[in-house]
């Protein structure tokens, strides 16, 4: 069983009496929304919802490239505004456990879903052993709440994985890609793909791409010759593929949707960086790739929660929602700065569906951090960084140039093992206060939820 240390708990009463202080402060300068969310998140007690928000690979840099661009310097995002911020390590592990300092997001991601580290490539399995670890989301459903993921990746990507399957290697998302999890598979005794897994665990809502992972046919097993789409309608899932199917979803059945063939097409567009630079560009808030049926993110999460908090009406217990922008990540690697920054303007656009919700229910604890850092750095101007950069205009107006040298022009552009921002409201927020482990948000959900 999870338990904070005794060590933990009076660092945590330290830190509590300096933010009531600080909230002090807060309040003598009139801002009393913030001295009443700081007063609640500090106050500990029991969540009857949690809503993670993972930015993936939304390090600072990231945060700070889309505020400035959309909101300005001086401005704030939604992700900005809640009222306890702090700082977690990310680092992967070997198999022996020693630092692997650079994440990936299968590693990560078993960090705040089981508790433990693990080596990069793998999914909510040890490090060393290989062996199966319960997550956040098998615990919740074994305790009675209700479960959901959203995702703008394929649901069958790192992130999402990490809930509701168990691989040795994040490469095995549907029947057909087994090949580095042999001893997973249904023919091994195994239990099968990602996408075999996240449907047999019976989500109640999932929500993002890779239609063509579960399009994939199935080898062995009770649904051996069907699709892992045709497995899910066996177990009762709606599948839905775009705005119209998800909006017209109900309760009481487990959804699963199924909005692209692989990630979901990015909202923004715009030139990639290059070497030497890019012109000063404005980006596009479009993308012709992106067929006008598919949700937003916040639009998918605002679903999520209406559906799960309708399976659980009258029973007492609440849900567990894990939201995540995928794409930060995919257009940093792709060192295109529009791609990413209105991947995080969508994102951020979930957090304020998340923040609301909390407002009107309290008694939901909303989580938001990234898995990782990642590559994009805002340079001067008179800059001639080496690697690829790109000059914006933003929308103040003025010219902002951002680099990605993590790696060879032309190679894809690589994370970083930087700590990275988690902020948080409701109860037990204040567990995010100071430098913590990426594992210790196990421990904060497992206990918001009273989970045993």
């Given at each position: 069983m999870h338990r904070p240390s005794r060590r933990h708990l009076t660092i945590g009463t330290a830190v509590v009496t300096a933010t009531a202080a600080a909230v002090a402060v807060t309040a003598a300068a009139g801002a009393s929304d913030s001295k009443t969310q700081a007063e609640n998140a500090i106050k500990g007690g029991k969540a009857k919802?949690?809503?993670?928000?993972?930015?993936?690979?939304?390090?600072?840099?990231?945060?700070?490239?889309?505020?400035?661009?959309?909101?300005?310097?001086?401005?704030r995002l939604n992700m900005d505004k809640f009222p306890l911020t702090g700082a977690y390590t990310t680092y992967a592990v070997h198999a022996d456990g020693t630092p692997d300092y650079v994440t990936d997001s299968a590693a990560s991601g078993t960090g705040w879903a089981t508790g433990v580290k693990t080596v990069n490539g793998r999914i909510s399995k040890t490090p060393d052993t290989d062996k199966a670890v319960p997550t956040i989301l098998e615990q919740a459903q074994k305790n009675g709440y209700a479960t959901g993921s959203v995702t703008t990746s394929e649901l069958t990507d790192a992130t999402p994985a990490v809930l509701a399957s168990h691989v040795t290697d994040r490469s095995c998302q549907g029947p057909a890609d087994m090949a580095k999890c042999p001893t997973d598979t249904i023919a091994k005794g195994g239990p099968g793909s990602i996408a075999e897994q996240s449907v047999s665990h019976k989500v109640d809502v999932l929500i993002g791409g890779g239609?063509?992972?579960?399009?994939?046919?199935?080898?062995?097993?009770?649904?051996?010759?069907?699709?892992?789409?045709?497995?899910?309608?066996?177990?009762?899932?709606?599948?839905?593929?775009?705005?119209?199917?998800?909006?017209?979803?109900?309760?009481?059945?487990?959804?699963?949707?199924?909005?692209?063939?692989?990630?979901?097409?990015?909202?923004?567009?715009?030139?990639?960086?290059?070497?030497?630079?890019?012109?000063?560009?404005?980006?596009?808030?479009?993308?012709?790739?992106?067929?006008?049926?598919?949700?937003?993110?916040?639009?998918?999460?605002?679903k999520a929660i209406d559906l799960l908090e309708a399976k659980q009406k009258g029973s007492g217990k609440g849900f567990f929602l894990q939201i995540e922008g995928a794409s930060?990540?995919?257009?940093?690697?792709?060192?295109?700065?529009?791609?990413?920054?209105?991947?995080?303007?969508?994102?951020?656009?979930?957090?304020?569906?998340?923040?609301?919700?909390?407002?009107?229910?309290?008694?939901?604890?909303?989580v938001t951090t990234a898995d990782h850092g990642h590559t994009s750095q805002i340079v001067p101007l008179e800059a001639t960084p080496p690697g690829l950069s790109s000059t914006l205009v933003t929308d103040e107006g003025q010219q902002l140039k951002v680099n990605y040298s993590t790696n060879t022009p032309g190679q894809s552009q690589e994370h970083t093992g930087t700590q990275v921002r988690i902020a948080a409201q409701g109860p037990l927020a204040y567990r995010v206060l100071g430098v913590t482990n990426q594992t210790d948000l196990f421990g904060t959900l497992r206990e918001a939820l009273r989970l045993r």
């Open positions: 919802n949690v809503i993670l928000l993972i930015g993936d690979g939304m390090g600072d840099s990231e945060i700070t490239l889309a505020r400035d661009y959309t909101v300005g310097a001086n401005g239609k063509q992972r579960f399009d994939q046919k199935i080898t062995d097993g009770a649904y051996k010759g069907q699709t892992v789409t045709e497995q899910a309608q066996k177990l009762g899932y709606q599948v839905v593929t775009d705005s119209a199917g998800l909006k017209s979803a109900k309760a009481g059945k487990p959804v699963l949707g199924l909005l692209s063939s692989g990630n979901v097409p990015t909202e923004w567009t715009g030139k990639a960086a290059a070497v030497g630079g890019t012109d000063p560009q404005r980006c596009l808030t479009s993308n012709p790739n992106r067929p006008s049926t598919t949700p937003s993110l916040a639009d998918s999460a605002t930060i990540d995919k257009q940093d690697h792709a060192a295109d700065p529009c791609g990413q920054i209105g991947e995080t303007a969508a994102f951020d656009r979930a957090v304020k569906v998340a923040r609301d919700y909390a407002a009107k229910h309290p008694d939901t604890l909303v």
